[in-house]
């Protein structure tokens, strides 16, 4: 059974860190792309981070500069580390599992981030 399970959410004050963790089992991690997504109220789920296979990153024009993706495949986890938290940058962020040459895609149920003005 696959399991993408979340955490290091919260309420933090604008300016502020957080540092959010994906940790993965059922799949064989080292072979899959692992991506951080978020949703605001109202909003389509956008693209934040992602880390491929081989650890090449990308990052959404908002988020550069100020979040880390990374990656510990002995812990199968993948992290966030966010700095200079903005508002805007409140919403549910989801844990995404993808490989592609087996076309297998799977996400965590999310955790909250709020970030106060």
């Known amino acids: 059974q696959v399991q993408l399970v979340e955490s290091g959410g919260g309420l933090v004050q604008a300016g502020g860190s957080l540092r959010l963790s994906c940790a993965a089992s059922?799949?064989?991690?080292?072979?899959?792309?692992m991506g951080w997504y978020r949703q605001a109220p109202g909003k389509q789920r956008e693209l934040v981070a992602v880390?491929?296979?081989?650890?090449?990153?990308n990052y959404a024009d908002s988020v550069k500069g100020r979040f880390t993706v990374s990656r510990d495949n002995a812990k199968k986890t993948v992290y966030l580390q966010m700095n200079s938290l903005k508002p805007d940058d409140t919403g549910v962020y989801y844990c995404?599992?993808?490989?592609?040459?087996?076309?297998?895609?799977?996400w965590g149920q999310g955790t909250q981030v709020t970030v106060s003005s």
């Open positions: 995404n599992s993808r490989e592609m040459r087996i076309r297998r895609e799977y």
């Open positions: 880390i491929t296979s081989g650890s090449s990153t």
């Open positions: 059922g799949i064989a991690f080292i072979f899959y792309d």
